[in-house]
């Protein structure tokens, strides 16, 4: 996909903001605290998918202003289509738009307009705890197949309530008999989320390994690796995600209903599942130096990128922020290998650090606004 014109006006610092990108290469360049991730930032939540900086949507408002717009028109393979987030101080709820269509929330959009985002903060999939892996895989998986996030929902939203009636089990408002409902329920839903789960790191991880070998020149190794607590490795070559696989998700919640009920919280399952990285065989998280966990950091997104292209007729969009300038000449090398064929959009506070071959179109920020320079 490529983005063909960006308006924004109100987000965060961003004034007036109407640009037509390249459609490879667009570099934003600026001083700190100017706007450049703010500007990334603004196309991304038309992704459908959180900041990626953790903003909330309170947040995106200016300081003091009343409302914020940002739309972007792009083309896909089959078509130009435009997508707009309004939001405003006075009204309640955002406005959402799909070729001037209003749609009732961000989920929909998960499905039309996709980017990678590469981010300093990417070593925490590696060194960040297991839910920031659990996060990544699972965004990452539902971009190549959307009715996984159906999927996670739901499995979430039961969990919150098999949680709560534990609760009210320990507290005399249930009965322990009421929990098989929500079990027979969690074990379906969950038993996907598994599998999807499984899938994708299977095929992320002979990806990793590859462009890990290149970033090293062959001297290291990098492993992926799913590790359930309901389902070993061989029930994931010997089952499909079918019957079975939910009565094994079930029985497994039961056995271990003593202990939750101990604590109120379920302990077995998805939200459990611990997503490994090993360099050389050893833990990353543990073992790695801070250039080891940038690099497999990297890597973790490219395979994400790498993948998306291979299995979907459109490219993903890619924001590189702040990322850039931190890589050497062969990682530079790499990352461009792999964008190649995508539009990118890079922010950097100094030009002269990225590879002299990076030529497209530079915007320059400055105070919250943007100019293309001629
Ligand atoms: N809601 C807001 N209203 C106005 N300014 C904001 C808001 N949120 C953040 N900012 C400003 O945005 C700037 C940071 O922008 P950012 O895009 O992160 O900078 P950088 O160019 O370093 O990437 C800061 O000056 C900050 O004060
Ligand atoms: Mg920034």
Known sequence: MIITCADIDGFKNLHNVCISPDPQYNIIIGRNAQ???????????????????????KDFIAHDGKAMHS??????????????????????GRSICVNDVKVKGTSSLFDIFKCIVFTPDDSEIIKGSPEKRRNFIDMAASQLNPISVVHLTRSNALLNQRNAVLKNVITGLSKRSELSVWDKQVAKEASFVSFMRYDYVSKLSCVCNQLYRNITGGCEELSVGYRSNVFSQQDFSNLHCGPEAYDLYFSKLQENTDYDLKFGYTHTGIGRDEITVRINGYNAKDFASQGQIKSAALVMKLAQAQLYCAQSRETPVVFLDDVMGELDESRQKLVFDIVKNMQVFITCCNESALLPEINGKIFRVADGLVSEEV
């Open 71 to 92: 739309q972007i028109s792009f083309r896909d393979f089959r078509r130009v289509q435009k997508i707009s987030f309004d939001l405003s101080k006075t009204q309640a």
């Open 35 to 57: 706007g450049k991730t703010n500007l990334l930032e603004a196309m991304w939540i038309l992704t459908g998918c959180k900041s990626f900086r953790g903003s909330r949507d």
